[in-house]
């Protein structure tokens, strides 16, 4: 098991930023990769990023890209989500997942899952 804690979310006015952080508990933090996930009501969960164990493999989906930042910091096990330029349609429950070794786009592909924590962005 690997317990994850997300922390950071909010209301935030458009054009605005906010960053997420995930803790994970544990000692193999640098064995996981670590992908945000994003749904609101009615939708699928919709890949939004992901980082490698060492920070070198890095993934983002077409939504968000040159908006968000994802990054990990091993020494204190969390991966934060960095969110600029936001607008409506980020609103959202962001989700952290984890999984071993291999970086992917499909929540299917995730073991390991917190409970979310609230985005909303108001136009």
């Known amino acids: 098991q690997v317990p994850l804690v997300e922390s950071g979310g909010g209301l935030v006015q458009a054009g605005g930023s906010l960053r997420l952080s995930c803790v994970a508990s544990?000692?193999?933090?640098?064995?996981?990769?670590m992908a945000w996930f994003r749904q609101t009501p009615g939708e699928e969960r919709e890949f939004v990023a992901a980082?490698?164990?060492?920070?070198?493999?890095?993934r983002y989906g077409d939504s968000v890209k040159g908006r968000f930042t994802i990054s990990r910091d091993n020494g204190v096990n969390t991966a934060y989500l960095e969110m600029s330029g936001l607008t409506p349609e980020d609103t959202a429950v962001y989700y952290c997942?984890?999984?071993?070794?291999?970086?992917?786009?499909?929540?299917?592909?995730?073991?390991?899952w917190g409970q979310g924590t609230q985005v909303t962005v108001s136009s």
């Open positions: 997942a984890a999984r071993p070794f291999r970086v992917t786009m499909r929540q299917a592909d995730y073991n390991y």
């Open positions: 544990g000692s193999t933090f640098s064995w996981f990769v």
């Open positions: 980082i490698d164990g060492n920070g070198a493999g890095i």
